[in-house]
């Protein structure tokens, strides 16, 4: 993870401006994180000391069971905020949080900035529309899972978690996050193959046909 210093800091935050989500001065508390693909933004576990703020890149939410198994549940993208239910509660919420491109956030630390946070009417309106809209994709999540094939589901799978163009994800993953058969899974990737929105090199995928998997996502997005 770097940490941006100085005039890079400034440039970044003048250039990225989110003061105008808040009633109070917020840029001279604020960080600047950047973080590589496959880094963790918080391990599970570790309760973060930081709101974030995702200014670029991606990021993919896991959970650990009681019998070690470890679950792909949710995705992060950019202006989401990481850190919001801790920021609300004492309680530890967030679980383990791995980048799946290079990732930029805006780091807001508790310790300076969470009484005025909790007292500012204005970015608690902007968080509430936040996490009303972040519960009703959850919901939309499992009622996809029934009102749509996989052949959807997978493109937009693959599309949230490739790394300009590349995607690298284990089947066994993929299977436990959309509910369905490793044999399944497969069929639809060697269909995905065939007609040329993949290929095959080694491990990863590469992207051939973005559009083609974009039409079927938006299907999924736009129901």
């Avoid at 490739?162 to 284990?170: C, H, P, V």
């Amino acid at each position: 993870m770097d940490i941006y210093k100085n005039e890079k800091r400034q440039c970044f935050l003048e250039k990225n401006s989110i003061e105008h989500l808040f009633s109070f001065p917020i840029k001279e508390f604020i960080e600047v994180h950047e973080y590589k693909r496959d880094e963790w933004i918080i391990r599970e576990g570790m309760r973060p000391n930081f709101l974030f703020y995702v200014v670029e890149g991606k990021a993919k939410i896991y959970v650990t069971h009681q019998n070690g198994k470890v679950s792909l549940i949710n995705f992060i993208n950019t202006k989401d905020y990481i850190g919001e239910m801790e920021l609300l509660n004492e309680v530890y919420y967030t679980k383990g949080i791995q980048t799946s491109a290079k990732t930029i956030c805006f780091a807001i630390p508790f310790n300076r900035c969470r009484e005025k946070m909790l007292e500012d009417p204005k970015f608690l309106r902007e968080l509430t529309k936040f996490l009303s809209e972040k519960a009703t994709q959850i919901a939309a999540k499992y009622t996809q899972s029934l009102a749509f094939p996989l052949e959807n589901r997978l493109a937009d799978f693959i599309l949230q978690t490739a790394d300009e163009r590349i995607y690298k994800e284990k089947h066994v993953t993929v299977c436990d996050f959309l509910g369905v058969s490793y044999r399944h899974l497969l069929h639809v990737f060697a269909q995905f193959c065939d007609k040329g929105y993949l290929k095959k090199e080694g491990r990863y995928y590469l992207i051939q046909q973005y559009d083609k998997l974009n039409e079927l996502a938006l299907m999924l997005r736009n129901s």
